[in-house]
């Protein structure tokens, strides 16, 4: 498993529009992103100069998303 970087929340937002993810809604600082045919659903802290840490962006990749690290980071 290759090493995965703490990226800001505006960096993996981009990565979820390119898996097809869409913006449901917004409560707070926290998103909620749906996919359109999966109807997989991922929940997206954005916090302005703070990053996501690795252990929930790696929550995040595999068990929202459930894709692997090396795909999600191609996508980067």
């Known amino acids: 498993m290759k090493n995965l970087p703490a ?10 529009q390119k898996c097809g993810f869409e913006k449901d809604r ?7 992103l749906i996919h359109p045919t ?6 997206l802290p954005i916090h302005k100069g703070k990053t ?3 252990p929930l962006l790696q ?9 692997t690290v090396e795909d999600f980071l191609r996508l980067l």
Request: no cysteine; net charge positive; charged share 30%.
């Open 7 to 16: 990226l800001s929340s505006r960096i993996v937002l981009k990565v979820l």
């Open 26 to 32: 917004q409560k707070g600082s926290h998103l909620i």
């Open 38 to 43: 999966t109807h997989k659903r991922v929940v």
């Open 52 to 54: 996501i840490k690795k």
């Open 59 to 67: 929550s995040i990749i595999k068990n929202d998303m459930e894709m």
